[in-house]
């Protein structure tokens, strides 16, 4: 999965204007040999169509998709402006994130940057960063507050092959030692621990010796298994030094007392991250299909997206302008996934439903022109959201 390190970091950069700033970056990626030369024409054609610039001071310039025979090697160059750099309409970026991508590797990265987007306090701790790895630890959404939570997609892996629970907790804490959340001592600790058994399968470690940073992972075994005569079919893994996991736990005993455990493994990684992220938290993982949650009032619509890499930042952007045209409220889910509805004005949002081609978009919207915004937008998706897929 593309991730992002510090080698891929340029510190304390100054560009007089985004296109300085684009071509810096597409510099950056074509010496890295990641793209060949003829890629700077078209990060600048696809900054020329949509702005690239996120919000919270991030802009990801990238290039478009006629241009994507241009690039080697999908990869990332990351460029830290303090002094910011004007990116249209009054934004200034303080991170430029230029972007290669092959297909739809970089999504993993954009879902990231929803997550971080939705921090407060982010934009200035961007603009002061002194260092790559403070810049990156950022990026990666872990801040310096004690109270932070770290659970995220590639934190769940599922259809492990594993003959007995302890090497599921060895795998569970080595998820979390990457991610920052246990040391050494702490993956020692995970793996001599006693699960408990939550039901349906589901057992739950807790771990607080040699923990850096509150955090969980989940880890389902590709058959089921049997401990203590009980089936085995995902352990949750829990490193705490706060309180920051209190809520996560909270929605998981909701889900015990509801017995709706078993419906976990029919989640996507992401969705189940953002189940029990949501605020407040769901009563039961499996809400109701997004059909039957969106169908209540107002429009609807039911459209399958075309184009060739799902809803990335391009045809993301279009769908999100075409939804602010209207005033009605609109929300969007994605129906292959059963994700739970997002408001479809929001480009961190849409992106982060991870829509590939093939997915079904259930639309909703409620208002005076609601049944004119359903239509528009199945238009522009039929259209290929600008990509004439």
């Not at 997002?342 to 590939?356: E, R």
């Amino acid at each position: 999965m593309l991730a992002l390190n510090v080698h891929d970091i340029h510190m304390q950069q100054h560009a007089a204007s985004k296109h300085e700033a684009i071509k810096a970056m597409a510099a950056a990626l074509t010496q890295k040999g990641l793209v060949e030369a003829g890629y700077q024409d078209g990060m600048l054609a696809r900054e020329a169509q949509t702005s690239t610039y996120l919000g919270n001071g991030i802009a990801i310039p990238h290039g478009t998709t006629d241009t994507r025979d241009q690039v080697k090697q999908t990869g990332v160059q990351v460029f830290h402006f303090p002094e910011g750099v004007d990116w249209g309409e009054g934004n200034l970026a303080y991170v430029a994130i230029g972007i290669a991508a092959k297909s739809d590797e970089h999504l993993s990265i954009l879902r990231q940057l929803t997550r971080v987007l939705s921090q407060d306090g982010i934009e200035q701790q961007l603009k002061t960063a002194s260092a790559a790895e403070q810049l990156v630890t950022l990026l990666n959404g872990q801040t310096a507050d004690t109270q932070a939570f770290t659970f995220s997609s590639d934190m769940v892996l599922t259809g492990f092959p594993a003959s007995d629970i302890t090497t599921l907790q060895a795998v569970g804490a080595g998820l979390l030692k990457n991610h920052h959340c246990l040391n050494s001592d702490g993956v020692s600790h995970a793996v001599a621990g006693q699960p408990v058994h939550l039901g349906e399968g589901h057992w739950l470690l807790g771990v607080g010796d040699g923990v850096l940073q509150t955090g969980m992972s989940v880890v389902m075994p590709a058959t089921s298994l049997s401990h203590q005569s009980q089936s085995v079919s995902a352990l949750w893994c829990v490193a705490a030094n706060n309180r920051a996991h209190l809520p996560v736990l909270n929605t998981l005993m909701q889900w015990k007392l509801d017995k709706q455990l078993a419906a976990c493994g029919r989640y996507s990684p992401q969705t189940l991250v953002d189940a029990l992220s949501a605020e407040p938290a769901p009563e039961q993982p499996h809400k109701a299909a997004p059909s039957e949650a969106l169908t209540a009032e107002g429009s609807t619509g039911l459209y399958t997206v075309t184009n060739a890499h799902g809803l990335h930042a391009r045809p993301g952007a279009m769908l999100v302008n075409t939804a602010k045209k209207f005033s009605a409220d609109i929300q969007v889910a994605n129906a292959s996934t059963q994700s739970a509805p997002v408001n479809a004005k929001s480009l961190m949002k849409v992106i982060a439903l991870g829509v590939k081609h093939g997915h079904q978009l259930q639309f909703s919207a409620q208002g005076s022109d609601a049944e004119q915004a359903i239509a528009a937008l199945g238009d522009a998706i039929k259209d290929g959201l600008g990509e004439n897929a």
